[in-house]
């Protein structure tokens, strides 16, 4: 009989039917025996208690009456207690009458439907559980129960609902009938609960139990059927693996049982790890999980002729799923991997459909998928050749994922394959509808990866994303937008599309970021979305701000993660023997931040131009944080990064130069010329770094690109970094490789070349040529440099002809009218300066002041050096130089342009009477110190001269031109020579040898060259005598102001005056610009003194200085005469005939010339042809006196 559920102890209501023996035998425990249970359990049987009158049966109408020991078990539990119902009365009910044998009636209804044959239905009959028959519940009836039940529900017609009666029954299998089970009963019952796809927990705890207790009886083909069953049904039981997976170890070691191990038991234990996820890096079995894989990597490459194509592809795909090469086991998993790609050629070369065992177009995939994520070498070549011919003519049978897997093995491997590519592209077009977000991404990235511009993919793929892209996860979307990033495909509508879903999750959606994980976004994805937008053009600052947003809170995430870790796991990071903390964070899913990563990030961020602040300050940080742990490549790019980002952090910079300066031999080529490029940007030059890096790049040029060769150079020339070999070397490969250049590379390699001195006439011939044929690919900033950049190979010519003694020069006046100049290479290409110029006018409403400062410095050079050019010039251009003239393109604050240098060298030549002007400005330039009206003072500091040379660079040497051209006399003071005056008289002296072109630019004309030769101790004398005499006159009359140098005054400008004297300062552009630097003042405007002096004229103190200077040099010369040496000529000058120098007398506070420097030990100071200060004219002794001879008294 059958009753409805009964109720059982624990659980509440039971979901299977008990036959009526069970909830007797249920009732009959000790646990149970209590009369609500009691009460509970009849009446969920229909049994009503009766009273205390004897039990009496009815009769039922079935034809089976109640067995009797069902009726005492159930009237002893009832009496068991005092007080309880000690007599139970049957009633039958209607409800529960059941036909004769349902069974029968269930399956003739299946042979009925022709589902079943008649045959086969008794068979069926008599293994199906019946409740009135225990036969199931032994090992044999057990079994049969299982096969039927399997049988029934593979057949067609049967609801599976309907068998759930029976496998109830099955259920009631205890732990004494699972003891009687054998090996191969456990694993067909496993087998068979997967395959009918039944989760019975208690049935299967129970077998998974019984199968550990029997796993070393277990055979290979009992192991493979476990471990399927396992897979199926995702029943992670790590200790039922571990234990068949030892046995199968043990009978591929154990040399008479190891031929019993097939290619498919090996192929069914590997899968269900890799189904299951089990990772081989465990905490205790470590070593035992990799047993099992290395002892398959040694027996599959000998089981060629028994491993299908199938079992092939499970193998290979479970190896590469665990990633093995960090293992102690990844040589013999890579010569595995070698084998089976030699092995494999062959098969798949002569696999035809129409044979058995041929191969799927799904096993290609995975075979082809296993060899690239295991980044095989190239001796996958001729695997990888066959099986694009087989697809090429499968493609039509494969479904979306097999392409997607197949094209991006292609693509990771880096094996181009255009024609597998093409025929792959028809089927994608054609099935595009059916493609999942998934589908979608990776075949973007297969195509992306291989450099595959296919337009009309990339089309259909945009048009499907635009209708489902709310649904795509977070690692999709930056795979999606890395693919159209690598292959430069711009589809406006899915880029805006993309950014605002990118925008919303990032904003609106953070607040659900827990709950909905299609809005958190990982440092990776981040990473790829903020790549591909900058490459793509996509320069949004709101879209730049909201993927920084999201990547600084990942690192906030990621670096809580790794302070939790560090405080609470550090026994556990030791036990498992880490080398950081960091990849102890990257095995538990930590999403930390790498050098790839963050170089990566930063390089977007600066194409982007998102150089906001708080990326600015968040940079630095997150570099110092890595300590180091970055590439070679890494560190090129992050260093170049934050150079473009506009970091100002010399420390950052020079940490990262210090991880350089070890690992330059490491570093690429390409690696290199960033890091040049970078160091020119930030002007930190390394020496060190420097010269390795030119040594490694000259022997293995040919690996560099045009665009590297282009940092190079710009590098080079922003560093100031002057090898001639290594720039000309880089100068040929783009002589050579010119036709690969876009038109603005162009004109930067030459405009670079061009600041760095070197005479090369055909390279720049060559590139003016082509420069002139591709003007229309040129910008107006790219045009204003190759005009510029003539201007400095012409200055630099020109320095060429003065070195070689040519005259006349250019730019030199001559009788009032300069020489006209044929200066290369205006004597050959001044078309191109015109053209150029011309290209610049048209776009002369995007002009920048650094094209401004080059415009008003080309009108200068063409009006003074090269007036030939200048008048045959179009009025258009002449125009435009005009323009460019009256622009204002200095600071405010000129004194903030100044150096130290320059303001402690300011201050010394104002204590030896050199009063002067600072950083006047005049035109384009700024003029350190003018002294007068013609003396310019240039300070050289280092970016002046080339680096670790004394050569000065071609703007310096330019400048210098226009300035002499311009009527003034220049006089260089290098910051060598200074840096060699060590003490206060070595810097007086040296400073008051500027007095000798002072007074050479105020003498008449023909005695300028007598007024250079006068010695330095009466220039000095002269000087403190007048100076002392002013004081004097001074104390005198207190009313009239101090007297100043007439070229140090700065003359008050009357309104009238001023507004005309601004008027001819942007009329005139020529010569006369430099007289309205230092303009006289109205009379009216100057003091009485003043006035006066103004009305001597120059004579009289040019007289005063070449007769003080006559009459020193007869003292001197009567002296020699007369045997006397210095001490005793100073002793004895008041006695002296012919006039001396008086006395100093003692209420003078001030020393004269003489006390601080005897003329025995004058010398003059002299400078050599590269104006090298000579340290010995100051340091040499010249006093031919007896050391006996006694010096005079201070």
Avoid at 44 to 71: D, E, K, N
Avoid at 133 to 160: K, M, P, S, Y
Avoid at 259 to 278: C, E, Q
Avoid at 354 to 360: A, R, V
Wanted: hydrophobic share 40%; net charge positive.
């Amino acid at each position: 009989l059958r009753y409805p559920s009964v109720r059982g102890c624990q659980g509440g209501p039971v979901r299977a039917r008990r036959p009526l023996a069970d909830a007797v035998r249920l009732c009959r425990q000790p646990a149970v025996r209590r009369r609500g249970l009691m009460r509970q359990t009849l009446n969920s049987l229909r049994l009503p208690l009766g009273t205390r009158a004897p039990i009496r049966q009815r009769a039922l109408p079935a034809p089976a009456p109640v067995p009797s020991w069902v009726l005492e078990g159930a009237t002893k539990a009832v009496g068991s207690r005092r007080g309880h119902v000690a007599h139970v009365t049957v009633i039958p009910m209607d409800s529960v009458v059941v036909p004769e044998s349902s069974d029968s009636v269930f399956l003739r209804q299946l042979v009925e439907r022709g589902a079943l044959e008649a045959a086969r239905s008794a068979e069926l009959e008599r293994a199906l559980p019946r409740p009135d028959d225990d036969r199931h519940l032994t090992r044999t009836g057990f079994i049969e129960a299982l096969r039927a039940l399997h049988h029934l529900q593979e057949t067609n017609g049967v609801d599976v609902a309907e068998l759930d009666v029976y496998w109830d029954m099955l259920s009631a299998f205890g732990e004494d009938e699972a003891r009687c089970l054998l090996p191969q009963d456990l694993a067909e019952a496993l087998s068979t609960l997967s395959l009918c796809n039944r989760r019975l927990p208690e049935l299967v705890r129970l077998l998974n139990k019984h199968t550990r207790r029997l796993a070393r009886s277990f055979s290979a083909a009992e192991v493979a059927l476990t471990a399927r069953a396992c897979g199926r049904m995702e029943w992670k039981s790590r200790d039922l693996l571990m234990k068949i997976s030892d046995r199968l170890v043990i009978l591929l070691q154990h040399p008479d049982l190891a031929h019993t191990v097939m290619s498919g038991h090996m192929a069914a234990v590997l899968g269900a790890y890799s189904k299951l996820s089990i990772s081989w890096k465990s905490k205790e079995q470590e070593d035992e999980q990799l047993e099992l894989w290395k002892a398959v990597a040694n027996t599959l490459p000998s089981r060629k002729d028994q491993t299908s194509a199938r079992e092939y592809a499970v193998i290979l795909n479970a190896f590469a799923d665990k990633d093995l090469t960090s293992s102690r086991i990844h040589k013999p998993v890579a010569r595995m991997f070698e084998i089976c790609a030699v092995q494999l050629a062959p098969m798949v070369a002569t696999s035809d459909s129409s044979q058995e065992g041929h191969f799927l177009p799904k096993d290609l995939a995975l075979i082809a998928n296993a060899f690239a994520r295991v980044q095989a070498g190239p001796y996958m070549l001729p695997l990888m050749h066959e099986i694009s011919k087989q697809a090429r003519g499968l493609i039509a049978s494969f479904n979306h994922q097999d392409i997607s897997n197949t094209l991006n093995a292609f693509a990771k491997l880096e094996v181009p394959d255009t024609p597998l590519f093409d025929a792959a592209a028809t089927v994608i077009i054609r099935d595009i509808g059916t493609y999942n977000t998934q589908d979608l991404a990776n075949v973007a990235n297969a195509f992306g990866r291989q450099q595959m511009r296919h337009v009309a993919v990339f089309q259909g793929i945009a048009d499907m994303s635009l209708h489902v892209m709310d649904q795509f996860r977070p690692l999709h979307l930056g795979v999606l937008a890395s693919a159209y990033g690598k292959v430069r495909i711009r589809q406006d509508a899915f880029l805006s599309s993309l950014r605002d879903e990118v925008i919303y999750r990032g904003t609106i959606g953070k607040a659900i970021s827990e709950i909905n994980r299609n809005h958190a976004f990982g440092l990776r994805t981040v990473e790829q979305l903020t790549h591909a937008f900058s490459v793509l053009g996509m320069h949004d600052q709101r879209l730049a701000f909201v993927l920084f947003d999201m990547a600084r809170t990942r690192v906030r995430e990621s670096a809580k993660a790794l302070r939790l870790q560090d405080e609470g796991q550090s026994k556990e990071y030791d036990r498992h023997r880490f080398q950081s903390s960091m990849q102890l964070a990257v095995r538990k899913g930590i999403d930390v931040p790498d050098g790839r990563g963050l170089a990566t990030l930063l390089h977007a961020f600066a194409k982007s131009q998102a150089n906001f602040h708080a990326l600015v300050r968040w940079a630095p940080r997150q570099i110092s944080a890595l300590e180091g742990q970055f590439s070679t490549q890494d560190l090129a790019t992050l260093f170049n990064a934050c150079s473009r980002l506009g970091v100002d952090n010399i420390p950052l910079y020079r940490e990262l130069l210090r991880y350089a300066s070890d690992r330059v031999p490491q570093m690429s080529p390409k690696s290199l010329a960033v890091l040049i490029r970078a160091m020119g940007k930030v002007k930190m030059f390394r020496r060190s770094v420097m010269r390795q890096a030119v040594k490694i790049i000259s022997a293995r040029i040919h690996d560099l690109d045009i665009i590297d060769v282009g940092c190079l150079l710009v590098g080079s020339a922003e560093l100031g970094y002057r090898d001639e070999r290594f720039l000309r070397l880089l100068a040929a490969v783009v002589r050579r490789r010119a036709d690969e250049m876009s038109g603005s590379e162009l004109a930067t390699a030459f405009h670079s070349y061009s600041t760095m001195r070197i005479a090369h006439p055909k390279w720049c011939d060559f590139m003016l040529f082509e420069l002139f044929k591709r003007q229309h690919e040129l910008k107006e900033k790219d045009t204003t440099n190759v005009a510029f950049a003539m201007l400095l190979l012409a200055a630099v010519e020109r320095q060429h002809l003065a070195s070689e003694g040519v005259t006349p020069l250019p730019g030199v006046p001559s009788d009032g009218v300069a020489v006209v100049p044929v200066l290369y290479p205006f004597d050959k290409h001044a078309g191109v300066a015109s053209s150029m110029l011309d290209v610049t006018n048209r776009s002369r409403r995007s002009l920048t002041y650094p094209a401004i400062f080059q415009l008003q410095t080309i009108e200068l050079f063409m009006k003074l050096i090269v007036p030939g050019v200048y008048t045959e010039m179009r009025q258009d251009l002449k125009v435009l130089l005009a323009k460019a003239r009256k622009v204002n393109v200095a600071v405010d604050d000129h004194m903030q342009q100044s150096s130290r240098l320059h303001r402690k060298i300011s201050q010394w030549f104002t204590r030896v009477g050199l009063h002067h002007r600072s950083e006047v400005a005049l035109g384009p330039f700024f003029l350190d110190m003018v002294i007068g009206e013609k003396v310019v003072v240039e300070i050289d500091g280092p970016s002046h001269f080339y680096r670790d040379t004394n050569s000065r660079t071609a703007g310096s040497l330019l400048k210098n031109l226009l300035l002499t051209a311009m009527g003034f006399h220049v006089r260089h003071l290098p910051y060598q020579e200074w840096a060699q005056c060590g003490t206060t008289e070595k810097r007086t002296l040296y400073c008051s040898t500027f007095w000798r072109d002072v007074m050479a630019s105020q003498a008449p004309g023909g005695h300028e060259d007598a007024t250079k030769q006068l010695p330095l101790v009466d220039i000095l004398e002269l000087v403190m005598a007048t100076q002392q005499q002013e004081r004097g006159l001074s104390l005198d009359d207190t009313a009239v102001e101090p007297p100043q140098p007439r070229f140090y005054v700065e003359e008050p400008l009357l309104d009238a005056d001023a507004e005309v004297l601004g008027r001819e300062r942007q009329e005139g552009g020529d010569a006369a610009a430099g007289s309205a630097v230092a303009a006289a003042a109205p009379e009216g405007a100057r003091g009485p003194r003043q006035r006066h002096r103004r009305q001597d004229g120059d004579d009289r103190e040019v007289r005063a200085v070449l007769s003080a200077h006559e009459r020193s040099e007869r003292e001197l010369a009567w002296d020699r005469e007369m045997g006397r040496s210095a001490g005793f000529a100073l002793a004895a000058g008041a006695d002296r005939g012919g006039g001396g120098s008086p006395a100093p007398s003692p209420e003078d506070p001030l020393p004269t010339v003489r006390q601080l420097m005897p003329r025995s030990r004058r010398r003059s100071v002299k400078h050599g042809a590269a104006e090298q200060f000579d340290r010995r004219g100051l340091e040499a002794d010249t006093d031919d006196s007896g050391e006996d001879e006694p010096e005079p008294s201070q």
